[in-house]
């Protein structure tokens, strides 16, 4: 685990090298409050987890004003606790999610920003929706009251190679372009949720506003 003093001049590495426009968001998983703490004392604002339950442990003790993100699978089942913990759900990958969180936000009166992850490798063993099938969830996504879609979110196949994922980039931006030209109710597309740690730059390269790291910021896991 880096100490906090690392993870500030990590932060405020990134963010010089990042060009302006380019939001961080901090992936929190199996991190602790306190590397997080350190994180936004650097800069970011934005973080992301993975579970609903380590979310909940977290953010029920972070008073400090940070916006959360779910970045992991969603299942239906942690639908209305995932509506209580986060600002923006990035991985809303099927209608079937999508009705039950916008059923859920109505209980709670909570309005949600929404990215469609997009599985622009075309792995079956992967989540997110084919890209040909994005467009069905935009149109449904657009006469709904509480969600509110904002852009799209990928992961893209796992690589070493940083230069293998551009193809997987330059997919889901075409995407994205596309649905802003279609410029339909209630769809504000302004976020381009794709990188980590390893191809960052390269999504950058590629029109992504918005990349997610973690080892990067606060080292590998369990160092």
Known sequence: MKTADE???????I?????????????????TLDEVRAAFAAGLRYFGHNYVQEARAMISLADFGAKWHMIGHLQRNKARLAVKLFDMIETLDSLRLAKELEKRCAESEKEMLVLIEVNSGREENKTGLMPEDVGMLVEWLSGQ??????????????????????PYFKETRRLYE??????LPNTEMRVLSMGMSNSYNVAIE????LVRLGTVIFGPRGS
Request: aromatic share 2%; glycine share 10%.
């Open 7 to 13: 993870i500030k001049r990590r932060v405020e590495q």
């Open 178 to 183: 596309e649905i802003c030209r279609q410029q």
């Open 145 to 166: 009251t509480y969600l509110h879609l904002v852009g799209l979110m990928t992961m893209g196949p796992l690589t070493g190679d940083p230069e293998l994922s551009r």
């Open 206 to 209: 590629e029109g992504a506003n």
């Open 15 to 31: 963010r010089k090298e990042v060009p302006k426009g380019v939001e961080i968001l901090g992936a929190s998983k199996t991190r």
